[in-house]
């Protein structure tokens, strides 16, 4: 399946240098098509995968609104048109300065996992709305999220009855399934153990007004590390989700609201980088064996981030008829990290790549700009350019 519009195909075939692109309106049809499937779900997007101020603009002119993990995004998100009241901060991790700055932007929903951390809340944003985050196994997940978030049933409770005693709002509860989540159960799951928490906190007279079903939505576009298309059940994933909204209003009542945080899912499919071949080199591996490997101007630290997990579709458009040799690729620093690991398979690549010869690495618009580091080895940042401006 490709994913690519025209406009940003005849960007990347424009483009004379190496550069990020992404298309508006690639992202706001995600975006419509995700309302269109689950319309009872208010979205926040986890600003995170994209912190482009053009596509947070776009994003917000639709409706949308924002999750935050620090005060500079959540800053960045109301300087690009997001409305403080749509926006919440997503971060468990935080410190009594930055809920303090956070309170003073004019964000009152903050997401917390521990009696420490709700104590600060309570303490520098007086009043606010409190969701609680509940662990999750991360199984299915290409990026678990499993130990650093969340608590257990019992935690959560004792939590949200905590910060009714300080003066804060109970306001909801909060999952995240795992990053790129390839199951329908995933969902199915979160859902059962929000049901429990509900039920006992409604036993101890505590009603919330919101559950907040995370991120881990998955991009369609990418290959697996063996290089096959990643196919997730996405029409299963919203159906459960429907039902299991359903069944979580049928048995805590039709107050409850509805708010989910995509990232990766509206933006990964809509962004494409123009990269250039380095060199196609033929060498020795370990055991003597022969090996191509194709060195790009793009590797882990500037857009291929997540090049550990998955593999990132390759257009070569100079090159429609060659004959191609299955090659390891990799980025061009001096980290031996900066390549596809042992375990992905080779990538088909043409045999007659020179140096200088254009490259196109599809599926690139999640966790791209965010990932990238400051000039590892003198190779700078993407600059970037948003394509299909679209008629919010
Ligand atoms: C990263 C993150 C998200 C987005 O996750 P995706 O898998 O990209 O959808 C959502 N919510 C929180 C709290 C996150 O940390």
Not at 142 to 151: Q, R
Not at 196 to 222: E, Q, S
Not at 263 to 278: C, N, S
Not at 297 to 303: E, Y
Request: net charge negative; hydrophobic share 40%; with cysteine.
């Amino acid at each position: 399946m490709t994913h690519e519009s025209a406009p940003l195909l005849a960007a990347l075939a424009g483009a004379t240098e190496d550069r990020i692109f992404f298309d508006l309106a690639g992202i706001e049809s995600r975006y419509d098509t995700l309302r269109r499937e689950l319309p009872d779900v208010a979205v926040r997007f986890a600003m995170k995968t994209c912190p482009v101020d053009e596509v947070l603009t776009h994003l917000a002119r639709l409706g949308a609104g924002v999750d935050g993990a620090s005060p500079s995004e959540l800053e960045q998100a109301l300087r690009a048109g997001v409305p403080a009241d749509r926006t919440h901060y997503g971060n468990t991790v935080k410190s009594d300065r930055d809920i303090a700055e956070a309170h003073r932007l004019g964000v009152r929903d903050f997401v917390t996992d521990s009696a420490e951390d709700l104590a600060a809340v309570a303490a520098h944003a007086p009043g606010a709305r409190v969701f609680c985050r509940l662990a999750t196994s991360g199984d299915g997940a290409l990026w678990g999220l499993s130990n650093k978030f969340g608590c257990a049933p019992a935690d959560a409770v004792r939590i949200l009855r905590r910060a009714r005693e300080l003066g804060l709002t109970p306001a909801g509860l909060s999952v995240h399934v795992g990053s790129q989540q390839m199951t329908a159960d995933a969902w199915h799951h979160a859902v059962e153990c929000l049901a429990d928490v509900l039920t006992a906190l409604t036993r101890r007279g505590i009603v919330l007004d919101h559950v907040n079903l995370g991120g881990g939505l998955p991009a369609l576009g990418y290959l697996d590390r063996y290089g096959r298309p990643l196919e997730p059940p996405l029409d299963k994933i919203f159906a459960v989700v429907r039902e299991g909204m359903r069944h979580l209003r049928k048995v805590h009542g039709d107050h409850l609201a509805f708010v989910m945080e995509p990232g990766r899912h509206l933006v990964a499919d809509h962004g494409a980088i123009r990269a250039h071949v380095a060199r196609l080199a033929e060498r020795r591996g370990p055991d003597g064996e022969h090996q191509y490997w194709l060195y790009l101007s793009c590797g882990k630290f500037n857009g291929l981030y997540e090049m550990d997990a998955l593999q990132y579709p390759l257009v070569f458009p100079t090159h429609p008829d060659a004959e191609y040799v299955p090659a390891v690729v990799a980025g061009p620093t001096c980290d031996s990290d900066d390549a596809y690991p042992q375990g992905h398979a080779l990538v088909p690549v043409p045999r007659n790549l020179a140096s200088g010869d254009p490259v196109w690495i599809l599926a690139t618009g999640a966790y791209a700009i965010s990932y990238t580091t400051q000039g590892f080895n003198g190779f700078a940042p993407l600059p970037y350019t948003c394509v299909g401006e679209g008629h919010p």
